[in-house]
């Protein structure tokens, strides 16, 4: 008995273990190639080093692509990318699960798990402060393990998966202070660990230095990783849904602590949440992606008091308002193309309302509808200023 019949199998996710293993081979041979031109770029810093479009920006996202090569084909988690952090600013990125938020900050820090993932396109270029900058994607492993938790710095997601169960927490904030200060004495280091575990708000500091993780609350290990991410004051924090799992109360704490941190040590900060409420609060820029595109991006105002693309004007009728009986919460209908086989025209298209006749063309371009707004949506294609297509990247050039 057939389970499948032709028609069925082509429509589907279907793949033959032929198919596969051509995938697969191809998969080996491409990274391998990128493996290679990564450790090539490492010698000559002429390969990495650029400079900055506008030197008020600790980070420029270019036209990042960052892909994952599967047996069943090449997932595009983050395509053509481009943002920027502007110094001292809070920018909020927001999307629902899967939409390449936390892939696009793991690009920033150079953390994708390779050979597997691999920044394939574009620029980020990362401000050292001295007229130079360095373009992150082509850049040696060696000198991004001088910038990690010295100019950039990330809090993760998961305390509990991230700070280390078998060392005590003292450890684990000195660990820092040693690989990036090495000139600092024992003592020194022990004074400065003391100082931020009291900066992020923990009453028992010398108690807590001498615990593990496992000893210490959801709250409490969400702090040691603030000071982890804080102890060497960075120009950039990356905050990944920093309150996952913490009660609301605790949720305030740890965002106004990151604000106040920040502004103590004039550091920006690159906030990844689900929560708008959070994003209304905290951000000053607000970029809105979906299926690994950026499809509107602008100020805090312009995102919350006025979204144009119909997928954010979604994300804002779907949150809930106080004192505002509903009998029902909105939802977006349909679902998320297949990243494998993404459609060449826009990737919202088939679950828009509001489609228009240029819908039926190729993906829109970044349409400027004010000095500080950004959409990718063909209902302002006749009124604002069309700066330009995301570029993808074809790997079968590479």
Known sequence: MKLFSKKDRKESSYISAKASRKISKFNRQLTKKLEKARNDAGKDPALYTTKMHDENNVVEFDNVCSYFFTDIGTVKAVDGVSFNVPKCSTVGVVG?????????????????????????????????????????????????????????????????TSLNPVFKIGQQVNEVLELHHPEMTPDEIKARTLEMLEMVGIANKEGVYEMYPHELSGGMRQ??????ALACTPELIIADEPTTALDVTIQAQILDLLLELK??????????????????????????????????KGTAEDIFHNPCHPYTIGLMRSK??????????????????????????????????????????????????????????????????????????????L
């Open 96 to 160: 629902e699960s899967g939409c390449g938020k936390s892939v696009t900050s793991l690009s920033l820090m150079q953390l994708l798990q390779r050979p597997t993932g691999q920044t394939v396109g574009g620029e980020i270029r990362f401000n050292m402060g001295d007229g130079t900058a360095l373009n992150i994607v082509n850049t040696p492993t060696a000198k991004m393990q001088e910038l990690r938790g010295k100019r950039m710095s990330m809090i993760f997601q998961e305390p509990m």
């Open 223 to 228: 702090r040691v990783m603030i000071a982890i």
């Open 263 to 296: 502004d103590k040590i004039n550091s920006s900060i690159m906030l990844i949440t689900h929560d708008l409420g959070v994003i209304a609060n905290m951000a000053d820029y607000v970029v809105v992606m979906y299926a690994g595109r950026v499809i509107e």
């Open 320 to 397: 809930p308002v106080v004192g505002k009986k509903v009998e029902e919460l909105y939802n977006i209908p349909g679902s998320v193309p297949n990243p494998v086989n993404m459609p060449n025209y826009c990737y919202f298209k088939d679950r828009c309302e509001m489609q228009c006749e240029h819908c039926k063309g190729k993906y829109p371009p970044e349409i400027k509808i004010s000095d500080t707004h950004v959409v990718s949506c063909y209902r302002y294609f006749e009124q604002g200023e069309v700066l330009g297509y995301p570029k993808t990247t074809n790997v079968e050039e």
